[in-house]
């Protein structure tokens, strides 16, 4: 069976940027990391987020277990999921010690008395290792006098989180009676000039529709090699981003786009959890539509948007009115929080296109304003 479930989560509660908009300069709040302003590392309670989310993962009420994790290439959504990947390695490390002394590939009742943990359901072919996707990366605002900082390269990352990304130029498995996973290369890159909120739309609607082609492949190859009386299990994702790109995965997702984009239809609080669930469970192929909705392509993705295939060109699919991509998706779970010991926090919707293109014009009395991530409506994207 093609994939059925995708959970999207928020980074946690972070330090804070600023940007002058006079001659787009950005400023980190403290040293970050990776030497990027706007690549800052969780608060300390944003760190406590992350375990919440962690224990909610490895919990009852998440079912089905991700089998695969793709991740926005910022520090912060990294240090974020790096609990709950650890937690299901943890997990699925038990459940292969059981089977193992059971003498069987997997755990089954008749193991019952010999003590084996039967309540461990991470899938078969589960792989944690972190699929970096730039394509899910932060929205920046458009601008025409510079360009935004980009995330640090997978290299640099591993370096920071070698238990979540494999070493350059490996893909090592999780599972050693399984082959190695397929780690296709990354979709895109977004513009380093910015995107205004349709072409945010569209460049997330170009990933994710490609991303769930991926995995869904990757889930009949798999299935391919298994004998036909294994029963095929449903399969599920973890994807870890930012507030405005989460609030376009949702509608992109549904196919409905609001005609306000103001409008608060997905909930993105930090560290929250939504659950989409594929219609019908069944897969559709993605028809390409221009604009998302089947009008002019032109400015459908902002300039500067890069494919990394190769000589594969981009395309947005038509994803627009209920249709959604992948076949579309039923959102039946929106920002919960409920496992969080601070409920829902940093909740943040568009407000306009918010772009950048006031440096030059601003007056001469004119300071360093915050970014992106800040306060709007009495909400917070930090």
């Known amino acids: 069976m093609p994939l059925d479930t995708i ?27 990776t030497g990027n302003p706007a690549d800052p590392t969780l608060t300390s309670h944003g760190v406590r987020q992350s375990h919440e989310l962690a224990a909610h993962f490895v919990g009852k009420d998440i079912a089905p277990k991700p089998f695969r994790i793709y991740s926005s290439p910022f520090y912060r959504c990294l240090q ?116 205004s909120i349709p072409q945010l739309h569209n460049r997330l609607a170009t990933t994710l529709s490609q991303l769930i082609t991926d995995l869904d492949t990757e889930i009949a190859a798999l299935e391919a090699t298994l004998p036909p009386h294994v029963p095929r299990t449903s399969k599920a994702v973890l994807i870890c981003s930012h507030a405005a790109p989460l609030i376009a995965m949702g509608r992109v997702l549904t196919g409905n786009m609001p005609e306000d984009s103001g409008e608060e239809d997905f909930g993105v609080f930090t560290a ?26 032109a400015g459908a993705l902002a300039p500067g948007t890069k494919g ?55 007056g001469p009395g004119a300071v360093p304003t915050v970014g992106l991530e800040t306060e709007v409506d009495g909400g917070s994207k930090l």
């Open 7 to 33: 959970y999207l989560t928020r980074h946690g509660h972070r330090l804070n940027w600023t940007i002058d908009y006079k001659t787009g300069t950005y400023h980190s709040q403290f040293p970050t990391p």
């Open 80 to 195: 974020t999921i790096q609990p709950t990947v650890e937690a299901l390695k943890e997990r699925q490390g038990r459940k292969r010690v059981g089977a193992a002394a059971s003498g069987s590939s997997t755990a089954t009742p008749d193991n019952a008395d010999n003590g084996i943990d039967l309540d461990i359901d991470i899938d078969d072919a589960a792989d944690f290792t972190v699929r970096l996707e730039p394509g899910l990366g932060e929205w920046f605002g458009p601008t025409t006098f510079f360009t935004h900082p980009s995330p640090s390269s997978p290299a640099t990352l591993q370096t920071h989180f070698p238990t979540l990304l494999p070493p350059p130029n490996s893909t090592p498995s999780n599972t050693p009676s399984l082959p190695s996973p397929p780690h296709p290369t990354t979709i895109l890159t977004p513009s380093p000039t910015g995107e």
């Open 272 to 297: 929250g959890v939504s659950t989409f669930v594929r219609r019908n469970g069944d897969k559709g192929g993605d028809v390409e539509g221009g604009d998302g909705g089947g009008g002019n392509r």
């Open 308 to 362: 990394m295939r190769g000589d594969v060109d981009l395309k947005v699919p038509e994803w627009k009115g209920g249709r959604g991509v992948g076949g579309g998706w039923e959102c039946v779970r929106n920002g919960d929080c409920g496992f969080l010991s601070g409920g829902a926090e940093r909740g943040w919707h568009f407000n306009g296109e918010e772009d950048f293109d006031t440096g030059p014009m601003a």
